[in-house]
């Protein structure tokens, strides 16, 4: 019997023509966007592509998301940036005690900057 993976929330396989294309880019085009010269200039004009597509899809403006690496960097910046822009109304985080190490270790570098965190213990059934 064929396995069925179930872990899609931590990784999930990429659709073979978005493969294709990210192949395509990592042989051909594979210059640094940050980069002046024009391999950077052409990776930078496929990035801008794709960050005015999917702003497309999603209905708002290109600079309005960020690219990430992952699900660690990205948790990292929301609450970081969260609790940045709301610092003046109070410092106090509520969370859940079973929510991922990213999210975890973040709440606790914001408790040693004053922050206030709260824990909510969860029962038999989340």
Not at 30 to 53: E, L, P, T
Not at 70 to 96: M, P
């Amino acid at each position: 019997m064929k396995p069925i993976y179930l872990d899609h929330a931590a990784s999930t396989p990429v659709h073979p023509e978005v493969a294709k294309v990210m192949y395509n880019i990592m042989i051909e085009e594979y210059g640094n966007a940050s980069s002046v010269h024009q391999f950077g200039r052409s990776a930078k004009k496929i990035i801008n592509g794709a960050r005015d597509s999917i702003a497309g899809f999603l209905g708002c403006a290109p600079d309005e998301w960020i690219f990430t690496s992952g699900g660690t960097e990205s948790d990292n910046l929301a609450l970081f940036g969260a609790a940045a822009a709301t610092a003046e109304k109070g410092k106090h985080i509520i969370t859940t005690a079973v929510e991922h190490h990213a999210v975890l270790h973040t709440c606790g570098e914001l408790e040693r900057k004053g922050y206030s965190i709260t824990y909510l213990p969860v029962d038999s059934t989340g």
